[in-house]
Protein backbone atom coordinates (compact mmCIF):
# COMPACT_ATOMS: atom_id res chain seq x y z
CA UNK A 1 0.00 0.00 0.00
CA UNK A 2 1.54 3.28 -0.85
CA UNK A 3 0.54 4.66 2.50
CA UNK A 4 2.63 2.74 4.49
CA UNK A 5 6.41 2.85 4.76
CA UNK A 6 8.47 0.37 6.49
CA UNK A 7 11.52 0.96 8.94
CA UNK A 8 14.03 -2.14 10.91
CA UNK A 9 12.80 -2.61 14.54
CA UNK A 10 15.82 -2.40 16.28
CA UNK A 11 16.55 -4.09 19.55
CA UNK A 12 18.04 -1.01 21.28
CA UNK A 13 16.49 1.10 24.56
CA UNK A 14 13.84 3.90 23.81
CA UNK A 15 15.14 7.17 24.13
CA UNK A 16 14.00 10.40 23.62
CA UNK A 17 16.68 12.72 22.77
CA UNK A 18 15.84 16.43 23.94
CA UNK A 19 17.80 19.41 23.21
CA UNK A 20 16.65 22.37 24.72
CA UNK A 21 18.56 25.51 24.75
CA UNK A 22 22.43 24.14 25.42
CA UNK A 23 20.79 21.21 28.04
CA UNK A 24 20.78 17.65 25.98
CA UNK A 25 19.27 14.58 28.11
CA UNK A 26 17.21 11.35 27.37
CA UNK A 27 14.05 9.94 28.48
CA UNK A 28 13.35 6.19 28.56
CA UNK A 29 9.65 4.96 27.88
CA UNK A 30 8.47 5.95 31.29
CA UNK A 31 9.68 9.46 30.54
CA UNK A 32 12.37 9.39 33.15
CA UNK A 33 15.51 11.23 32.46
CA UNK A 34 18.20 9.30 31.54
CA UNK A 35 21.88 10.58 30.22
CA UNK A 36 23.49 9.33 27.38
CA UNK A 37 27.13 9.31 26.63
CA UNK A 38 28.98 12.81 26.24
CA UNK A 39 29.16 11.85 22.36
CA UNK A 40 25.93 11.26 21.96
CA UNK A 41 25.09 14.57 24.14
CA UNK A 42 27.71 16.24 21.80
CA UNK A 43 26.15 15.45 18.64
CA UNK A 44 22.70 16.37 19.32
CA UNK A 45 23.93 19.59 20.58
CA UNK A 46 25.79 20.40 17.24
CA UNK A 47 22.92 19.17 15.15
CA UNK A 48 21.07 23.08 15.67
CA UNK A 49 20.47 25.92 17.20
CA UNK A 50 16.90 25.01 17.59
CA UNK A 51 15.46 23.16 20.18
CA UNK A 52 15.12 19.52 18.90
CA UNK A 53 13.16 15.93 20.07
CA UNK A 54 14.46 12.92 18.37
CA UNK A 55 12.97 9.31 19.03
CA UNK A 56 15.07 6.54 18.61
CA UNK A 57 17.04 3.64 19.84
CA UNK A 58 20.08 3.41 22.03
CA UNK A 59 22.21 0.81 21.02
CA UNK A 60 25.20 2.04 23.16
CA UNK A 61 27.57 3.83 21.54
CA UNK A 62 24.73 5.37 19.37
CA UNK A 63 21.65 6.05 18.75
CA UNK A 64 19.07 4.54 15.69
CA UNK A 65 16.55 7.67 15.06
CA UNK A 66 13.83 6.86 13.94
CA UNK A 67 11.39 10.31 14.10
CA UNK A 68 11.59 13.72 14.91
CA UNK A 69 9.16 15.71 17.16
CA UNK A 70 10.72 19.17 17.49
CA UNK A 71 12.94 20.50 15.48
CA UNK A 72 12.32 24.68 16.81
CA UNK A 73 8.35 23.91 16.24
CA UNK A 74 6.48 20.64 17.69
CA UNK A 75 6.10 18.78 14.66
CA UNK A 76 4.11 16.55 16.29
CA UNK A 77 1.27 17.29 13.61
CA UNK A 78 2.72 16.36 11.21
CA UNK A 79 2.39 13.52 9.01
CA UNK A 80 5.72 10.71 9.82
CA UNK A 81 6.46 11.47 5.64
CA UNK A 82 7.05 15.17 6.40
CA UNK A 83 8.63 14.79 9.35
CA UNK A 84 11.08 11.73 7.98
CA UNK A 85 12.25 14.64 5.55
CA UNK A 86 13.03 17.04 8.20
CA UNK A 87 14.98 13.92 9.76
CA UNK A 88 17.16 12.89 7.05
CA UNK A 89 17.87 16.46 6.26
CA UNK A 90 18.69 16.97 9.75
CA UNK A 91 20.49 13.99 10.71
CA UNK A 92 23.51 13.79 7.83
CA UNK A 93 25.67 10.49 6.92
CA UNK A 94 28.68 10.22 8.55
CA UNK A 95 27.86 11.24 12.63
CA UNK A 96 28.55 8.05 13.99
CA UNK A 97 26.56 8.67 17.38
CA UNK A 98 23.47 9.56 15.69
CA UNK A 99 22.12 7.46 12.72
CA UNK A 100 18.69 7.68 10.58
CA UNK A 101 16.54 4.35 10.49
CA UNK A 102 16.22 3.74 6.35
CA UNK A 103 12.52 4.26 4.97
CA UNK A 104 11.03 2.26 2.10
CA UNK A 105 8.25 3.83 0.38
CA UNK A 106 7.99 1.78 -2.14
CA UNK A 107 6.50 -1.61 -2.70
CA UNK A 108 9.90 -2.58 -4.00
CA UNK A 109 12.01 -0.94 -1.51
CA UNK A 110 9.31 -2.31 1.33
CA UNK A 111 9.94 -5.78 -0.16
CA UNK A 112 13.58 -5.88 -0.08
CA UNK A 113 13.85 -4.11 3.21
CA UNK A 114 11.38 -7.49 4.26
CA UNK A 115 13.67 -9.81 3.17
CA UNK A 116 16.83 -8.34 3.80
CA UNK A 117 15.73 -7.77 7.41
CA UNK A 118 14.43 -11.47 7.80
CA UNK A 119 17.96 -13.01 5.95
CA UNK A 120 19.72 -11.57 8.17
CA UNK A 121 17.98 -12.05 11.57
CA UNK A 122 16.94 -8.87 12.73
CA UNK A 123 14.29 -8.30 15.22
CA UNK A 124 11.56 -7.04 12.86
CA UNK A 125 10.11 -4.08 10.56
CA UNK A 126 7.65 -1.72 11.46
CA UNK A 127 5.10 -0.49 9.20
CA UNK A 128 3.69 3.62 9.48
CA UNK A 129 1.27 5.07 7.95
CA UNK A 130 2.92 8.44 5.91
CA UNK A 131 0.14 10.93 7.21
CA UNK A 132 0.19 9.38 10.40
CA UNK A 133 0.66 12.14 13.73
CA UNK A 134 2.93 11.33 16.38
CA UNK A 135 0.93 9.54 19.19
CA UNK A 136 3.25 9.19 22.50
CA UNK A 137 3.17 5.76 23.81
CA UNK A 138 2.77 2.12 21.99
CA UNK A 139 0.51 2.03 19.29
CA UNK A 140 -3.00 0.36 18.97
CA UNK A 141 -4.05 -3.00 17.41
CA UNK A 142 -4.39 -2.06 14.03
CA UNK A 143 -3.17 1.51 14.68
CA UNK A 144 -1.21 4.02 12.70
CA UNK A 145 1.90 1.90 13.40
CA UNK A 146 2.62 -2.10 13.21
CA UNK A 147 5.29 -4.38 14.09
CA UNK A 148 5.91 -7.05 12.92
CA UNK A 149 8.63 -9.44 14.87
CA UNK A 150 11.11 -11.96 13.45
CA UNK A 151 11.67 -12.76 16.81
CA UNK A 152 10.10 -14.00 20.03
CA UNK A 153 10.78 -12.73 23.00
CA UNK A 154 9.65 -13.64 26.86
Not at 105 to 121: D, P
Amino acid sequence: DPNWCAQEKFDGKRRMLLKEGLRVVATNRKGLVTFPSDKITSAVAKLSSEDITLDGEDMGDYVMVFDILKLGKDLTKEGFKDRDKQLKALIKPGINELKTVYTAYTTGEKRMLFEKLKKHNAEGIVFKHIKSKYTPGRPNTYGYQLKFKFVTTA
